[in-house]
Each structure stands twice: as C-alpha cells, then as structure tokens.
C-alpha cells in the first residue's frame, strides 16, 4: 500500500527535518515537499506542520551510522547544508533508499538521489575547501574579523580549519548570504544567527598590511603569462568582492 | 628601504619560481602556537597569470655573486636590490598569515656572498619564525647548492618542503648557461635531502617526537625552452628524478626571455612555450598517477609531445590495438589508460559496476568525460551508437575538441588537473 502524499511544515534546522523523517515513518506519509515555516504557502497536499522534537530527531540520528553507514551518515548531514535546489527532497529519498538498501548504497553513484546528493556534497566541500584559502580576515581592535558570501552553508565545515589554524585568536568569521556568524574565543566557538554585521574601520597597521598584499599579489603575477580566463575558472568573479586584493586601494588616515 | 618596496623587488625577484605549493603534510594546529597544514594544500588567491598563490614567494635577497644567464637576478643585470632582515620578514609573514592571505613562507635566496652565508641568513629567519613566533605553517625553502651540508640539514629541519632547482634539463646546458653551478653541486644536496627524510621517516615510527626532516619531501624545477633539449629528454629526467631522488614534484617553467645573452633565445618576439610547459605537466601526470613509463610516453620515433592533443589521447591513438575497453569487466589499469577517464571516474566505476552493468549514460554520471572517452570504449559489449571512426578521423575528432581551450592564451599548469586545491 503506497503512503499518503503530504506536504510538511517545519522550522528549517537539521532537528526538524529529521523529526519530519520520524513522523512520516511512524504515520506512513510520504512526503510531497518540506517547507519552512517562514516561506509557508499554500500547497497542493495536505499540509501537516511539524514541531521539532529533539527526542525524535536524536532517534532518527542515532540510526544513521547503522543503516546508512558511515558515508552515508556523513552526505546526509553535509547535504543539509548544500544548496541543493529541493535539498530535503532528495535527502529524504536518499534517506529511504538507505534505510531500504543499507550501508553501501552510496557507492551506487547512477542511482538520481545518490547522484544528486553526492553532487551536491562535493559542490560544498569544495566550496568550503576554496574558502579556507579564499577568506580575508582583517585585524581590527585585536580581532581577526572577515565576510563570505557562499552558495551553500560551509560555516560548520571551516569551523575546524580555522579555530585549529588560529587557536590563540579571536576572530569572527560572518557568512552574508545565510546571515550566520563564526565566532572564536581561545578554547570556544559557536556558530550563530546573526542579521547584519559590518565591519569596522581599519587602523593604520591594517591599512599598510592591505597596501602590502595587494602590492604583493600584483608583483607576483608575470606579465608574459598574462591569461585572465585561467584566473577565472580557479577563481570565479563571485568570490573577489570579499577578497582585500581586489578592494580598491584606500585613503591612508592622515597622519596626526 | 621601506618594507613595502623590499617586498616589491624581493617578490618580483622571486616570481619566475614555478613551485608555490603547499601540499604534502598534515599538521594540525596547537595550543600556543599558530598554523596547520593541510596534506592537499591551499590556494589562496589567484593572479593574474592565472597561478595560485599559496605561499608568500620572496627571496631573502636578490644580491647575487652568481651569473647564471637564464636568471633575472644575475650579477650582471642592472636591477634595484634589496634584502630583507629576518625580523622584517618574520613580521611580513605573520601579518599575512593571520589575514589568511597565505599558507606560508617559500623562501629562496640568491647567493649573497657565499652559499653559506646565504643559508644561515635563512636559518635564521626560519628559526625565529619557528621558535619565537611560534609559527606552524606551511615553510618551503631552497637549499642552496653548495652550502655545507651541516646547514642543509638544519634548514630542513625548520622547513616543511625543500627543494634545489635542476635548473636546466641537461648538463651541457648547466655548463653552458651556469658556470658557476656544477651538476654535482646540484645532485649532492638532492642525494643528502633524500637520505635525510628517509632516516627521520624511519625514527617518527620508532619514536614520536624524533625530529622532522623536511616531512612535505622534496621537489625540484626546471626551465623548459631555453635550451634545446627534447620533451622525450625532459620526461627520462623527470623519471629518474621521481625514482632515484624520490621527488614529490617536478615542476616546469617556461623560459621568460629575461636576458639578451646571445647562448639563449633571442627575447625579440620569443613566445614562451607555455603550451609545451601544459603538455610537460599532462604527461608528468601520466608518470605520477597513471602508472606509464617515460618510454611508452614518447619515443625515438616521436621525441617531442604534440602539442594538439593531451599526451594520453597520444598514446591512445598510437596504440588503438589496446581498444576498444570493456568498462564493465576492464581492470582498473585498463580503465586508466582511457583518454576521457580519470583517477576518480575509474575509481567510481569499479564501485558502481558491482550493482549493475554500466550503460553510457551511467559513465556521464560518474564522470567520465564521454566526448573523448566514447571513442575507445564499449559498455556491455555496445559502442555509442553510429561511433565508427578511423584512425585518421579519430586523430581530427580529439583535436577538434581540444581546440576550444587553446583559441584563447594558453591554459596554465592547473587548468586540467586541479579540481579545487593545489597539486
Ligand atoms: S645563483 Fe640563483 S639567484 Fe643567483 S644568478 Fe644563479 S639562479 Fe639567479
């Protein structure tokens, strides 16, 4: 007998989503799409909303490793983050498939939900992986602070990198396009909501650093190999207005 | 000399180094310190050449009792010089490592009075940035050929990656173009960084804090069209480098026309040979991680790459007794030597094909690159359908798909490979 199709409500975090995964195996229902609370409109199906139950989703999580394996468990978690167009969609096809399958599973690379997620797994991890290069942190009063504007949410994945890279500093790391914020105090971290962030000005050391980066990243290019198109494709235009090299150059503060 | 226009003419002295990788070593962050590694490396940025930039490149000077003719920084050249104190540069690279702008330090030198001199000057810049800065990035640094090899060692044992540059390809041009360097000079501290990571590789398994010698290994670059060596010449080299001196990387570069000495291209409307440089790279590739042999690459028949064609669709299509693959049963050597196929893509069909037979669609999926890959394959037996193509139209089909990346300047070392990361 094939599920009931219903449309699910929910707040949007991983808690919920998963306690959307226990209501429809305890209820039988197949979910036709899950929504956020705050992009609620009207659906086609029955529309069911779903509280976040922290017991529920801790039970779905803690069947993961068994029934997905260890790959598995970790695309779905990562998948969660990416911006896969329908992302819990296909999570929770990718899901069943699991659960049906067991570990494994993922290596069947020709399967669509495998394949969508795995593609959109290694679209995040090499976006995160490109802006633990591509971050600019400036040094303003003693803190380390810097801006992104990511497709999918790579906060949690550079959360390692950098408090492990910078353990005596704090810094402040803000994601403009989630509005969330990584914060990091010698031996804390947390990774907050967080509506608007700006920076503040720079001093005169900050200034000279800047002046010196850019001075050097010029320098180094070779004239003779000039090619702009290969710069594009290691470095697509979307991330440059972060990036202190292609700032414009700034007004030295005047001297006292 | 204010610091902004040392960093200006030690950079610029620096930039026709071909290596600015920060690859090869794992190394997470402590307590009390700053910096990790990470075994893939990290691109930092990307300029306008289109290279990455992972590493603050710089000299420690450009002054230089040497001649070499191939090189910007030769005694004879008139050029501004500079010399950066190892406090200054301790301080450069702090600053910038805490913006993230870079993952570390490749340092070089020329040879300011001695090859001894000129090492402890980079010792102890690198101490103090070990020691009392606490720094644990990434640190490249050349040894100098010459200096004695009590410096060498301690060098390497500051350093994550060492290197000494070959230079040129062959030893006539090293006598020719670099009297003041012998060939031995150069291969001596090659022979000593080898033993070297070899003995401290075996004391880490016997006791956890033996210390490190050069544990990101050790590379090595030359200039490619200065001279008149043969690709099937620069490849031999390049494999018995790999094997007799364990390198982790050959680099190439292509020569700049940075000189008018009549032994070396005239600069006048010399093209560097930046395409030949991409095929060097694609066919170092085939050594590294497609297990072939200089000597199936190219031959006497054939000494030099062509520059039409990536060099495994060359080898393919000298060899198309080896096809048409079956990517259903063919092992995973097999499926390698499929032009269109990669190290991953032949790693996902091993995977894949347990749960069904492949069909063409699946391959694209896996990310085979079917336009090329199409050609030498059959799944269950079939082949794309309507594919019946000679050898002759083969050859015309594979370079009309190539040409597309080569209308425009020529692409860079990483454009095929790299998927994110540096090599
Ligand atoms: S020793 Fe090094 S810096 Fe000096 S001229 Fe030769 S290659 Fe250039």
């Known amino acids: 007998m094939s599920w009931t199709q219903v449309s699910y409500l929910y707040d949007g975090s991983l808690a919920g989503f998963l306690t959307c995964v226990f209501e429809a195996y305890t209820h039988r229902e197949e979910p036709a799409d899950f929504t956020p609370f705050h992009q609620a409109c009207a659906s086609f199906y029955a529309q069911r909303s779903i509280e976040t139950d922290q017991a529920k989703a801790q039970r779905v999580y803690r069947s993961l490793e068994g029934k997905l394996g260890k790959t598995g468990k970790d695309w779905l978690l990562r998948g969660f983050l990416t911006c896969l167009p329908d992302r819990e969609l296909w999570l929770w096809r990718f899901l069943r498939l699991g659960y049906q399958r067991g570990p494994g599973f993922t290596r069947d690379l020709t399967n669509p939900a495998v394949c969508q997620i795995h593609k959109a797994v290694l679209a995040l991890n090499s976006e995160a992986h490109q802006f633990t290069g591509f971050v600019r942190f400036s040094q303003l009063e003693g803190v380390l602070v810097g801006t992104i504007t990511p497709k999918n949410r790579v906060l949690p994945l550079l959360r390692l990198h950098f408090c492990s890279r910078l353990p005596q500093e704090q810094f402040l790391l803000y994601d403009k396009a989630h509005r969330e914020a990584l914060v990091h105090t010698p031996g804390k971290w947390a990774i907050l909501p967080m509506e608007d962030f700006q920076m503040g000005q720079a001093d005169q050391e900050e200034l000279a650093y800047r002046k010196m980066w850019r001075s050097f990243y010029h320098t180094i290019s070779i004239e003779g190999r000039y090619n702009p198109r290969c710069r594009m494709t290691h470095m697509p235009k979307r991330y440059w207005g972060d990036m202190t090299e292609f700032a414009p150059p700034e007004q030295e503060a005047l001297e006292e | ?423």
Request: proline share 6%; aromatic share 8%.
């Open chain 2, 1 to 423: 000399m204010e610091l902004l226009q040392k960093l200006e003419i030690l950079a610029d002295a620096a930039k026709y180094d071909a290596a600015c990788t920060s690859s090869g070593l794992s190394r997470s962050g402590r307590p009390g310190t700053i910096g990790s590694t990470t075994a893939g490396g990290c691109c930092h940025s990307f300029s306008a050449d289109g290279r990455c930039i992972s590493l603050l490149k710089v000299l420690m000077t450009n002054v230089c009792v040497y001649d070499c003719q191939y090189c910007v920084n030769r005694r004879s050249n008139d050029l501004p010089r500079a010399a950066f104190t190892p406090r200054e540069l301790c301080e450069l690279t702090m600053g910038f490592y805490r913006r993230n702008y870079i993952e570390g330090l490749f340092l070089s030198s020329a040879v300011l009075r001695d090859p001894d001199y000129t090492t402890e000057r980079m010792i102890q810049c690198l101490r103090l940035l070990r020691e009392e800065y606490r720094f644990g990035g990434y640190i490249h640094a050349k040894a100098i050929p010459g200096a004695d090899p009590i410096l060498t060692r301690q060098l390497g044992l500051l350093a994550d990656r060492l290197s000494v540059n070959i230079e040129l390809p062959s030893a006539q041009s090293l006598a020719l173009l670099a009297p003041d360097k012998k060939k031995q000079a150069i291969l001596a501290p090659m022979k000593q960084i080898r033993d070297g990571i070899t003995v401290s590789k075996q004391e880490l398994k016997v006791y956890r804090h033996a210390p490190r010698f050069a544990p990101a290994g050790q590379s090595t670059q030359m200039i490619v069209g200065a001279t008149g060596e043969s690709d099937r010449q620069i490849l031999a080299l390049t494999q018995g480098l790999y094997r007799t001196y364990r390198l982790k990387r050959v680099f190439y570069s292509a020569y700049m026309p940075v000189s008018n000495s009549p032994l070396l291209p005239a600069p006048q409307g010399f093209q560097p040979p930046l395409l030949r440089e991409h095929r060097l790279y694609q066919a170092d590739w085939l050594l590294r991680f497609y297990h072939f042999q200089a000597e199936e690459i190219l031959d006497e028949n054939q000494p030099n790459l062509d520059p039409r064609l990536d060099p495994k669709c060359g080898w393919a299509l000298r060899h198309l007794e080896h096809f048409p693959v079956e990517v259903n049963r063919a092992d995973y050597e097999t499926l390698l030597r499929v032009p269109g196929i990669g190290v991953k893509s032949a790693r996902r069909i091993l995977a894949a094909r347990r749960f069904g037979p492949l069909n063409f669609q699946g391959l694209k999926q896996l990310g085979v690159v079917l336009k090329r890959a199409q050609y030498f394959i059959t799944c269950s037996g079939r082949m794309e359908r309507g594919l019946r193509v000679n050898p002759d139209g083969l050859l015309r089909h594979l370079v009309a798909l190539e040409a597309p990346n080569l209308a425009q300047p020529e692409p860079e070392q990483l454009s095929l490979f790299s998927t994110g990361g540096a090599s």
